[in-house]
């Protein structure tokens, strides 16, 4: 049975532009989130607190936060101690940490294993969740990882519970490079659903490497999810995950969604509005089936 209202967490001034080439200036991203907010999106990842030297297109997230911050969900990512102190200090409520459930990712993407990050992270967060703030952990590497392949979904199940037990809020499993199929999405969340607890947020993200994250949605929706992660535009993509092309676009799903009659609280014409601001400040033009059915009207 399918959901009859889905979230969708909006991370294209996250996940968006990490790894835009054009360097956006603040003054831009801050618009950029403005108009999201202004499409309906209640939950966004702002930005991210990690090093500038990795990724420089987040060197500005305290402008970004500074300007951006009000009662909705807004989510900072922080992948170490530094970070999320980082992002306490700029008065962020709402935090999200990121791994991988594979080792050499993990390594690539925040120089640590998995283990050791988990092991970093644990006291944090126990002291995030004492303290009340929201926390989501973002779950890379879920499915498939660019250096080891097919990922075991018990190592997922494992990565998932230890943060259940650290009391995160949220689970965000993500297909980073784009390589799950229907069947494996069906299969992991069905998996997830029956072994987390049921007050554990669990939301799904995928990049759409291959043309699969709608199919992808579709099998997770009725394996129980009802939130996802979407970028406007179907920017974005990780800079340490060779092979990992822009998320699926916001106004895909969100067309997708509303003809099957599932409400999202989404305007699609504002949200097209936010897609057509940033596509002239970006390297490359704005993909999504949405965006380009506007431009030839
Ligand atoms: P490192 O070099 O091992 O760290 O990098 P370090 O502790 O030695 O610090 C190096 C420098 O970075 C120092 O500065 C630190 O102060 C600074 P320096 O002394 O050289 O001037 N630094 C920081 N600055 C700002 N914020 C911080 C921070 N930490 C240290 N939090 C580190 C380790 C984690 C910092 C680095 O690997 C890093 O920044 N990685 C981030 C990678 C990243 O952002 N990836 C993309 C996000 S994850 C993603 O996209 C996947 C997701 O979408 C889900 C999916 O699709 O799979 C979530
Ligand atoms: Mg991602």
């Known amino acids: ?18 790894n835009e080439k054009n360097f956006i200036n603040a003054k831009d991203k801050i618009h950029f989130i403005s108009l999201l907010k202004n499409a309906g999106f209640q939950e966004m990842e702002l930005t991210s607190f990690v090093s500038p030297k990795w990724v420089p297109q987040m060197q500005d997230a305290g402008t970004v936060i500074e300007h951006c911050m009000d009662d909705l969900r807004n989510f900072v990512l922080a992948p170490n101690k530094k970070g999320i102190d980082m992002a306490i200090e700029a008065g962020v409520k709402h935090i999200a940490v990121f791994v991988g459930v594979s080792d050499s990712f993990n390594k690539k993407n925040i120089n640590k294993t998995t283990e050791e990050s988990m092991n970093e992270l644990r006291p944090l967060i126990e002291d995030l969740k004492r303290r009340g703030y929201f926390v989501r952990a973002c779950i890379s590497t879920s ?17 998932c519970q230890d943060f259940e037990e650290m009391g995160v809020d949220e689970l965000s499993v993500a297909d980073t490079i784009g390589m799950a199929n229907p069947i494996e999405c069906f299969d992991l969340f069905t998996l997830l659903k029956h072994h987390l607890r049921s007050t554990t947020l ?50 895909d799903v969100v067309y997708m969604l509303s003809q099957m009659g599932i409400s999202t609280g989404i305007q699609l014409d504002k949200l097209l509005e936010a897609s057509a601001f940033i596509s002239p400040l970006l390297s490359k033009p704005v993909s999504s089936k949405q965006f380009g059915l506007l431009k030839n009207v």
């Open 202 to 251: 669990i939301t799904g993200h995928f990049h759409d490497t291959r043309g699969m994250a709608l199919a992808n949605i579709f099998a997770s929706m009725q394996a129980g999810i009802d939130r996802f992660d979407t970028s406007a535009g179907g920017l974005g993509g990780c800079p340490f995950a060779p092979g990992a092309s822009g998320n699926v676009a916001s106004e």
């Open 143 to 159: 499915f498939y990882c660019p250096f080891e392949g097919k990922i075991d979904e018990h190592a997922v199940l494992k990565v």
């Open 1 to 18: 049975e399918l959901p009859e209202r889905v979230t969708l967490i909006e991370v294209g001034p996250r996940d968006g532009l990490q």
